[in-house]
């Protein structure tokens, strides 16, 4: 099984093309198909009207989120002009009020195989980044793979795995839709951080999804890491980090959505620290 059906969403101008360009290395990589929509949004309508409200501070609302989409639009094309001309792909632009966004996204992303996204926060990023995400997930039931800022090689993504192994149904079902990546890596580390020690795994922690994952023609191995630092996540990133890995695989909000953006947890942690690319499913 290969990826053959790639979307990627942008919705800010400045880091389409990098977003863009490593959907892109994907597709060829593939063999598939990529779709980019470019995405404006309407921050003043929430999907219905105020009794009152100015149809001018509507209008101009509709106005700005026009002038967005152009502009991420432009710069979707620019980076597909730069792209392999072997690359196939289509796009298309839509405008969304905040309260319509996730109806939008979902369905694009339920035909996809794989959803390619920028990292949501940091300096300069907007609320809306994170719903995308979590819209893509849970209403789409799609796989998401989330690219970091910083600068990465497109080409050599998915060559160094690490997994994020807690027993629980979000990793495994990650692990699944990843399988395309991990039997092409050249190692995979099924990483288990500080496994209970009356769990049904206690005896060999990671063993069983080693097993697996090997007779899937992957080249696993377990690595049992102890908790030396306040957060999953951190362990997770220092470890990747050791490995000189190019992409963590992981379950995502195994806590409710609500639960992780009062408290934290290892989904929003990763989405903010990870320095490689993310691949996540729930």
Not at 67 to 90: G, I, Q, T
Request: with cysteine; glycine share 8%; proline share 4%.
């Amino acid at each position: 099984m290969a990826y053959k059906s790639l979307l990627t969403i942008c919705a800010d101008a400045e880091r389409a093309p990098q977003t863009f360009a490593a959907a892109a290395s994907l597709a060829l990589a593939q063999d598939a198909h990529l779709e980019a929509l470019a995405l404006g949004i309407d921050r003043t309508q929430l999907g219905y009207s105020y009794i009152g409200a100015s149809a001018v501070i509507l209008q101009a609302s509709q106005e700005r989120a026009e002038d967005d989409v152009k502009a991420v639009e432009a710069a979707v094309r620019k980076a597909a002009a730069a792209a392999s001309p072997s690359l196939r792909w289509s796009s298309d632009s839509a405008l969304a009020m905040i309260g319509g966004m996730s109806n939008l996204i979902a369905m694009r992303a339920r035909f996809a195989d794989l959803v390619v996204l920028a990292q949501p926060y940091g300096a300069g990023h907007s609320d809306e980044e994170e719903t995308i995400i979590e819209s893509a997930m849970f209403e789409g039931q799609a796989p998401v793979l989330v690219l970091p800022d910083g600068p990465f090689d497109a080409e050599k993504i998915g060559k160094r795995i690490v997994i994020g192994w807690n027993q629980g149904r979000e990793a495994m079902i990650a692990i699944r839709h990843a399988l395309p990546f991990l039997r092409a890596a050249d190692q995979v580390w099924i990483t288990v951080v500080d496994p209970p020690q009356h769990g049904a795994e206690r005896s060999d922690p990671g063993g069983a999804l080693c097993q697996m994952l090997v007779r899937h023609g992957v080249k696993a191995e377990v690595s049992v890491l102890a908790r030396t630092m306040p957060r999953t996540s951190d362990v997770l990133n220092r470890h990747a980090s050791d490995m000189n890995a190019d992409m963590v695989v992981m379950g995502a909000y195994g806590h409710s959505r609500f639960r992780e953006a009062i408290l934290g947890g290892s989904t929003r942690n990763m989405l903010e620290t990870a320095k490689v690319p993310v691949f996540m499913a729930h």
